[in-house]
């Protein structure tokens, strides 16, 4: 059995990745001053970035969850792969040849086929339907291409291919090309029921890809009369590639169009995606086979940065039929899930994007796009026109109904006296009544809800404590660790963890009394066991890392080695030490602090001599202050 990377190889591999380069295929990252970049966190959901990216130190955290570390780390939270994995997904990607301990054994045992080759079984399979595409059983195929506006070059493009119709064709190039069966069942290829045979037969097929461009699945759709499967699409099932719910169809082709212009367009199907981007609108992406959802909400804004320093917009297109009525209701139900602006497109004539290029023509599908209107006001909309406006009754209903919609949307007391214009305008209603119901509509939201942290919290302190339980005492927190009070002691530490060797000498007379903070003196205390500052070499941050053995100390250095430096030169020696005399002046006025209370409670006649120590000690510490003082200000 094949032993562990050396250690020597995964240095390397760490040192010629770039971890803004692996992170930007699932974040868009933007400069944070400082050399390093910021974005939406891909493992919580939140409306500001607080996910830092330092390049210099290789390093990622997140100030808003805590998760953190280096670029193995990320794509093993990311991806759910184990450390081995990582590496030689890196290690492929920087040509870095791994070699293995002689004698020694792999501690990982991943379950299943390994996801590299998973990914590797469904790029066979993309570029076996693609060359299958230009064969002449596949002449329906290029036929429903042809028909719809798209020609070779497009198909290349995007990918598309054939699966033939024999049950068995890619099957069989699969175990040419050496990959067992249970690879290609688990890729989402292959399926077994009475024999093994291939999931897709006689159908046209669409990559469907990850943000980095690797295929994970595919789409099928139906283009013979006699299939025997009546579905007219088919999609890849849940695998560990593939989950219908995290992963949007274009997305690798859309992601860098949607970070620059911070606007995405979601259409409903893989031809429309295709129609949009051959019109020039590149920021179009779709859902695969299923409704968008709040998963693929959180894939978007992690892409558009979608925050509110920085808002974008969200722009669904839908059919003007029933179905996508309802499909524009059940998005607006989502719309709490953006920052960013939600409109919706529909075209008057019903088209959808594909059927309007084909049409009307490039220009017609920009256009489209860009007579855009907001998507709560499409809704409202369509929820008056159900009722008769003629009728009292009917107008008093659509009314209560469209208040009602204030709950979907976010910031409910700010847009309330918006709905309400808008709905006195599309019902007739008196404005002053329509904003009476608004408001009713807008109170009517729960309060100390058992679901949300504080009605737990509520509900735990309300339950009665049962016969002979003592009360529990309330946990101990530790301050945060952005508190103003402890500025100067992460400053110190982001200059040890950061630039080691620019602080050796400063720091040289630095000890963990200087660090208040529990969990910062453990950092200091980490530094001191892993050799001291002259110990640090290019991976100091992540060695320090993986040896805190605390999860708040490993947090801690994480988010140390990536916050910016608050200095325009960087971490030159006039910064350097005047943070580290200043942190270390801090010190000696809680020394004199200490010895002033001691000697106030000493008597000067009883004992003397313990008086006169203390004295000397006192003014010994004050000129050691002012002498941290002068240097400080020396260094500024």
């Not at 036929?143 to 020609?151: A, H, I, K, V, Y």
């Not at 109170?443 to 009360?471: H, L, N, Y």
Request: proline share 4%.
């Amino acid at each position: 059995m094949a032993g562990r990377i050396r250690e020597e190889d995964i240095a390397e591999v760490r040192e010629k990745v770039r971890i803004d380069e692996v992170i930007g295929d699932y974040v868009t990252l933007r400069s944070a001053g400082g050399g390093s970049l910021k974005g939406l966190c891909p493992f919580h959901d939140e409306k500001s970035p607080s996910f830092n990216v330092n390049p210099q130190r290789r390093g990622y955290h997140c100030f808003g969850c805590g998760e953190g570390g280096d670029v193995f780390a990320f794509l093993m939270k990311i991806d759910g792969l184990g450390f081995t994995e990582a590496v030689e997904r890196l290690a492929d990607k920087v040509g870095v040849t791994l070699r293995r301990e002689e004698g020694d054994v792999r501690t990982e045992r991943p379950r299943g086929p390994q996801r590299s080759r998973l990914v590797e079984a469904n790029k066979v399979a993309q570029e076996f339907y693609a060359d299958a595409l230009a064969t002449p059983d596949a002449v329906l195929a290029r036929q429903f291409l042809g028909e719809r506006g798209f020609d070779q070059e497009a198909a290349e493009t995007f990918g598309v291919g054939f699966a033939p119709r024999d049950g068995e064709a890619l099957l069989r190039h699969l175990r040419q090309r050496r990959f067992t069966d249970e690879e290609s069942v688990a890729a989402g290829l292959v399926a077994i029921g009475r024999s093994t045979y291939d999931r897709f037969r006689g159908r046209l097929v669409w990559p469907i890809r990850d943000p980095s461009g690797d295929t994970i699945g595919f789409g099928a759709r139906r283009i013979f009369d006699d299939d025997r499967i009546e579905a007219k699409y088919l999609n890849t099932p849940e695998t560990t590639l593939y989950k219908k719910s995290q992963v949007l169809y274009g997305i690798d082709l859309a992601r860098r169009e949607i970070a620059r212009t911070s606007k995405s367009v979601v259409v409903e199907g893989y031809t429309d995606v295709m129609a949009c981007h051959l019109s020039g609108v590149g920021t179009a992406v779709a859902t695969c086979g299923t409704a968008f959802g709040d998963d693929h909400a959180r894939i978007l804004r992690r892409f558009l940065n979608d925050h509110a320093e920085f808002p974008g917009e969200v722009i669904f297109t839908f059919d003007g039929d029933a179905a996508g009525q309802k499909a524009a209701l059940r998005a607006f139900g989502g719309d709490q899930n953006f920052v960013s602006q939600t409109y919706v497109a529909i075209e008057p004539t019903g088209l959808d994007p594909c059927d309007l290029r084909l049409q009307q023509g490039d220009a017609a599908v920009r256009e489209l796009i860009a007579r855009r209107q907001p998507l709560y006001r499409f809704v409202l909309a369509n929820v008056v026109q159900r009722y008769d406006l003629d009728r009292a009754e009917g107008r008093v209903g659509a009314v209560r109904e469209a208040a009602a919609l204030v709950h979907s949307s976010r910031d409910t007391a700010v847009v309330a006296s918006s709905f309400a214009r808008e709905i006195a305008s599309l019902t007739g209603m008196d404005p002053a009544e329509v904003q009476v119901e608004v408001r009713r509509a807008a109170g009517r939201k729960p309060t100390g809800d058992p679901r949300s942290t504080g009605g737990r919290e509520q509900a735990r302190q309300s339950q009665p404590r049962q016969p002979g339980q003592q009360a529990q005492p309330p946990r101990q927190q530790l301050p945060d660790l952005r508190d103003p009070r402890f500025v100067l002691e992460r400053e110190t530490l982001k200059l040890v963890v950061q630039e080691p060797v620019a602080v050796a000498g400063a720091a040289r007379d630095l000890g963990a009394n200087d660090f208040t903070h529990p969990t910062y003196r453990a950092v200091w205390e980490l530094v001191e066991r892993n050799g001291g500052l002259g110990a640090a070499d290019a991976d100091w941050a992540g060695r320090l890392r993986d040896h805190a053995g605390d999860q708040a100390v490993a947090s801690a250095v994480s988010a140390l080695a990536v916050e910016p430096v608050p200095s325009k030169k960087g971490a030159d020696g006039a910064f350097v030490a005047n943070t580290v005399y200043r942190l270390q002046e801090l010190t000696a006025q809680r020394r004199i602090a200490e010895v002033k209370s001691r000697l106030q409670r000493t008597n000067p006649v009883e004992q003397t001599t313990e008086y006169n120590r203390m004295f000397g000690e006192l003014t010994a510490l004050e000129q050691h202050r002012r002498q941290l003082r002068d240097l400080a200000l020396g260094a500024s």
